[in-house]
């Protein structure tokens, strides 16, 4: 692993051209370096790990052919991990699917140095970064999710329990009912019965919008 001064980066990428430009970007910094590099594979997720990086650089060609699944995972394994990308065009869709995967930094390929540097700092000061108009996106996204929650759930608190809030969160994390029953120590079926009156409270149809839902309450309370 990096030193404590340094910032350690694994470049995740298709393009074996951009793994080698960001190489030289972040080798001529004094306060980053790159502990590890690769394409998509079925070892990566383990061979990032072993890096113990800072932060993980992943261009939007290995987020997108790994259905940006890559992502969470590596984050459940390293949960203190920043993720920034390079995406390969300004498109909102992959954007916002990239923030929901748990991207907090997003560039475009035609990044300077200087901004791939400063980005590096930024999320490492636990910052988000993206180009202006994205993140316009990324706030009309939020507001208009936000106007689709029912009603009674707007400015008011969903009433969940304190095992529910716990349940709320781990959704949010991506875990498994059955992943959560192992975490918590309970039966599947206790889980799932939390679920249904999560679901029965909150209005919605399924268990990844309630998380939704608490997530929002939380950021607006």
Wanted: hydrophobic content about 45%.
């Amino acid at each position: 692993m990096a030193a404590t001064s340094t910032i350690g980066v694994f470049l995740l990428a298709e393009n074996r051209l951009l793994r080698e430009a960001l190489t030289k970007i972040l080798s001529k910094r004094n306060d980053a370096c790159v502990v590890g590099a690769a394409s998509l594979s079925p070892q990566v997720v383990e061979q990032v790990c072993n890096s113990c990086p800072d932060i993980l650089i992943s261009d939007s060609a290995a987020a997108t052919l790994s259905g940006l699944e890559i992502i969470p995972e590596i984050r459940k394994v390293i949960p203190a991990i920043k993720v920034m990308m390079i995406g390969m065009d300004d498109s909102p869709e992959t954007f916002l699917r990239a923030v929901k995967a748990g991207v907090v930094g997003y560039l475009l390929k035609d990044a300077s140095a200087t901004e791939v540097a400063a980005a590096v700092r930024a999320v490492t000061r636990g910052e988000a970064v993206c180009p202006p108009a994205l993140c316009l996106r990324l706030f009309e996204y939020v507001a208009r999710r936000w106007l689709e929650m029912p009603a009674v759930l707007v400015g008011d608190d969903s009433g969940f329990t304190r095992r529910e809030q716990q349940l709320a969160q781990m959704i949010g994390q991506g875990l498994t009912n059955k992943e959560i029953a192992t975490e918590l120590h309970l039966s599947e079926q206790t889980v799932k019965n939390h679920i249904h009156r999560m679901l029965r409270k909150t209005g919605m149809r399924d268990r990844l919008a309630v998380a939704e839902v608490y997530r929002a309450e939380r950021l607006l309370a």
